[in-house]
């Protein structure tokens, strides 16, 4: 890690289902790409397939939405995200915290992950106050229900869940 | 802070009291000196004057024990922590979080200097689980009770911390 | 909201699954009912397809219990309760907490809607000390085991819980 | 308490310290005020002595900012909360929470305050997104630093903060 | 209960799913075997049918791995914990606390069962630091994941869990 | 420990200031003193001399009102309270809870604990409903507000209380 900082150069991942992405994601990944060089967000490819977007469709709004960061690329990835990060080379896990039980989980998971891989730090972010109460399945309830969800997610994320799930209970 | 990243120097402030240092602190800073090109560690000259070592004391106590740590700075400071931040052009003020309370605390601190300094960003770091329960505070009480804390400090302030309070209730 | 009040009739809604109806519902119910000029009990018709009781059933229980309570009314509703609170005419949203775990539910869901629907009051009632550890979901457990339950539900319903799950692991 | 609601006129006591009013008070005030037909609000004379400002400055700064609120009006009381509920002819009492530590405080309050009388309901309500991290302690911390507090109190009292406290730590 | 212990022979119930024990359960069963004089460890025969290990092979593993302790002894059991507490003679029911939301659900339930049965006295242990990230479910995604879990369950019990789930994800 | 149980004779630790002792305490005592053979309830000495009784007094209303629990005995102890356990022999130390905060600050506590005195078992018992909001202090602010505490505390206790803090401010 030392000779990665060395030569100024330090790789964070950001590991979520981004199912699909939002303004919080995007406000988070705003503000860790000012800090670290480079930038993975890793789009978890789930296996509960209860997912509404397949991960090709994630991978691409994602890209889409962060097309204009430098130093951003977003990647799908499979199986411990201590491992993934190892294959990426990141020295930096970043987590979101919305509230108190996301404290609670993260907590719980930040000591296995050191256990397995005690070199990744993990820096955990607060989520902006304006994004405290948005999550994914919070506004694909509010689509469901046939409300307007634009000023959460980019364009592109509302057109498509609305396609999907639009009036769909 | 895109021009500080652009010359590859990120730099962090990690303020706290270190009245006096622990090792639960040290291993923060040692987890934080590897990610960052730069680590002041921001001793606060508090007001309340309850503290048990004086500013110097302590500047020099946490300088004796991070005096290997290339990168790593250890300075006094007065005012606001986002203030100082600007002053020492930080653009990352790291936290140490042992408890739920600490988050709850520290959640709304980073609201509140979100809104003082918008591009100082706020990393939040576990504290390790060998230092969870390891506070100063707690060792001082250690101490008073005639216990022995030199697995929790570097030896020179587990002598301080005997000289100034040993078995004094 | 200031000529609702103007001619002394704040209407206020509580909406929730009923699935079946609660004492602690009821403390919560004569509660608020105290207070507001109307209540409107509002039996959410999920869409998730788990609920032990029919809508119809529902709110036919909650009806009869609560049959007494001048001022008090109850319906069906599909959708957010914002939006059900718009159609009503309610200008506050009660919501009864019984632990941590749902204080910080309702805090982000009261964040959502005051965005949503920023006119619309919340106000959060905490469960009385006897009726903390009663949930719908831990009676159906216990009359699953066999366990008596007359005394935590009006006993229509703790004759129709019995009929629906007793003794049906 | 019926009686009170048949004629129209549920009255809602806030009680706080006032030390002095911020604009997260007056939010919760202007909320509040739009749901009962009368408000009180109960400076408490607290008896700690570290009040910044005295019981008469913390009653006219409240009046001054709330003086266009009708149906609002302002005393300073000593004792209990909920015996003062008792003598305005109160039948609510207002809490406004801002954090999880704010809930678990308040929690016990109501506990021992339904015990201590019984007809008065406790009706909590969140503090807006923005104001959420915003406390009077925290404002005194930042005037003592030199910051400015303009958008966190109403003006008259921003004045008098900087006069007493301005610069002095 | 007084009769129980006059004869010097308090009986405790450790209830739980144990699909399958881990080390951090059996931390919990040899610090609670030293204390009482007999331990009961209920294992759950669950009716959610979820389990990754019949109650069978949950029995057998359990009691492979606590064989050496003498008045330590482990049974199925079907129904609520606090009628099997009865029907064991058990006066104590010893539950372990890993988190708050651990804290959170056995508080309530804590307050259920001491109204089912009064006599029954909980006591909740809190897991070591080592083993506070360490739960089945953790287990059962790291072996799905590849991962080599030796270090936290019983040998025996990590051939099985990767002959079971290994590589299935 | 092994042989203290072989004998059949667990001791156990119970700490706490006891200024004065209230129900909520002899409920915790009455409980825990059915399960151990012995138990000591040990009034810490405290050296913030902001007791408002006296070490002498705090033990005497405590002995007063356990006088008749066979078993239970009450002394005055200064230092560490896993100290104190070591002394009397205890290989139990029983905590009781009663919120949120309460846990984790004993949780803190109990990991400090393991590590002073590795041997001696912390067991958390939850407070009852019905004194879950009555603490110490809390009852001394009722009293100062000319309230009468009768249901909460042996009678001796009321009447010291009155005498001492009635009416004072």
């Known amino acids: 890690m030392v000779s990665e900082r060395s030569n100024g150069n330090v790789v964070a991942l950001l590991p979520a289902s981004f199912d699909p992405v939002t303004n919080g994601h995007l406000d988070l990944v705003e503000r860790a790409h000012r800090v670290f060089d480079e930038l993975v967000l890793g789009v978890a490819i789930n296996v509960s397939k209860n997912e509404t977007f397949s991960t090709e469709e994630r991978v691409d709004l994602l890209r889409s939405a962060t ?4 130093g951003v690329r977003v ?12 294959e990426v080379g990141a020295s930096v896990l970043v987590r979101g915290l919305r509230a108190m039980s996301d404290f609670e989980y993260e907590f719980e998971m930040a000591g296995m992950n050191k256990h397995l891989h005690p070199e990744l730090e993990t820096f955990f972010m607060m989520a902006s106050q304006e994004h405290m109460y948005v999550s994914s399945s919070r506004l694909k309830e ?3 229900f046939g409300r307007n969800i634009d000023e959460f997610v980019p364009s592109e994320v509302a057109k498509m869940l609305v396609e999907r799930l639009g009036g769909k209970l």
Chains 1, 2, 3, 4, 5, 6 share one sequence.
């Open 67 to 70: 097309k204009d960061l430098k």
């Open 75 to 86: 990647c799908a990835f499979s199986g411990l995200a201590v491992d993934y990060a190892r």
């Open 142 to 144: 509010l689509v469901r």
